[in-house]
């Protein structure tokens, strides 16, 4: 290709000023002007093998999408992503393309990687800017499959069978669809708006979505099933927040990292007295944990008017299993990291109220069965900070209620469906599953991989007995 370009770094994306940003709640990356976006595909070497496709869990065709985006052919590049991809303005922002597509690239083994994420955004942003969607024309076969749950991997599942003509309603227990990319994911990240119309985009096909519906309490997957539905994919995430066990987490001013988020994110609680929704994190909050969702409610509590913010982990720095940009930007707005401290208890006032945190330093010792080196308390070094809330954000497991509702759907000890791998069908012949419901918490692309794969394998099954 002609005049390539062949700097070592990916072409700065705008940003809001820390200071600016960690007031308000618009989103942090401002997105590349076409100029930029063409300057960055000219960083592609389009080379014959690929392998950046091969880490793309949905497949998207990258080197034929930047050669449009090089031409300014901005559209044909949208139609090339979406072949693969129905929510390219979500992937665009949210993958950790380090670890897939860009951790790939070629371009990567010196200098920066080439900025697929970057492009994808700006190709779905520019398409949906123009507000201009078509719908393709679809020929029904009847057959009717339900889907549960409408995160990534039920939105994906259900528009790949929409796509192949099949009649499906995705039930989802919350009144709004998108799953955590709705209640989780803040709007500074993530703009609601945005998931509203890719979501809408996969309605077009002809998906149903039926909101305020908790399969295993108003129907059962037995009862979908009797009712026609001649597949299920369960899509039901991973929603269950795990706590410390430690003295003090009943007291008022504890949340779970979900109950805030949910809150902040689809009640809107930052705009109380509006809403009658408030969150209450004062000025001191400590966050307990260092994934990327501890690092989404330090932020949204900063945003919240909360002067000091802490991030409180247990293990050092290098251990951090939140995405290095994610921390990056925590530190831009302020957020004050104590790695290598554990909390020992939660302190209260006579009215229940929080008051502090107990808390021990840690050093590391031994690997443990995750292979990273294990904390050790150091014995004496226990001190007190001052907080007014501590927000707990050390994982979450899947709902027991699909599985103590569905005889016959086999699941691990700590409550993920067993699947088949290659068919993502469970123990439960015609019943499938994916995403965090299998996997525990993952990600959105490994959640629409998920939903992707299921959806060729019901359809391979149902096919072949028609
Ligand atoms: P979910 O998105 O959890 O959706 C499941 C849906 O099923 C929900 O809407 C739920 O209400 C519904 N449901 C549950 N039970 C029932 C029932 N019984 N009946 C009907 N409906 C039901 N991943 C990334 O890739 N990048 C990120 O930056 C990132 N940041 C994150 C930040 C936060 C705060 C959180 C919590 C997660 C983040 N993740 C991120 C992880 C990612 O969002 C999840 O891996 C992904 O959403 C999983 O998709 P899913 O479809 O399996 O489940
Ligand atoms: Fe990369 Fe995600 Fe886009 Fe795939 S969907 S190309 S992993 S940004
Ligand atoms: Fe382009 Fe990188 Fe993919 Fe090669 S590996 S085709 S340089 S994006």
Redesign the pocket.
Known sequence: MANRNMSLEKVKMPEQDPNVRNKNFDEVALGYTPEMAMEEARRCLHCKHRPCVGGCPVNVPIPEFIEKVAEGDFDAAYEVITRENALPAICGR???QEDQCEGRCVRGLKGEPVGIGRMERFVADYRMSKGCITTPEIEKNGIKVAV???????ITCAGELARRGYDVTV????HK??????????EF?LPKALVAKEIENVERLGVKIETN?????SITVDELMSDGYRAVFI?????LPKFLNIPGESLLGVYS??EF?TRVNLMKAFKFPEVPTPVKVGKRVAVVGAG??AM??ARTAKRLGADEVYIVYRRSEAECPA?LE?VHHAKEEGIIFKFLNNPAAILGDENGYVTGMEIIEQELGEPDASGRRRPVPIEGSNYVIDVDSVIVAVG?SP?P??RTTTPGLDTQSWGGIIVDEATMESSKEYVYA????VTG???????MGA?KTAAAAIDEKLKAQR
């Open positions: 949210v993958c950790p549960i749950g409408c995160g990534p991997s039920g039930f989802e227990a919350l669809p998108g799953g955590v990319l709705s209640y989780g994911i803040p990240r519906v908790i399969v295993g309490k899509g039901s995430g991973a929603g990292a979900n988020l990327n969702v989404d409610a995405r994610e979450t709902n209620l699909l994916g995403g965090d419901a918490a993952a990600t959105v692309i490994l959640a939903g």
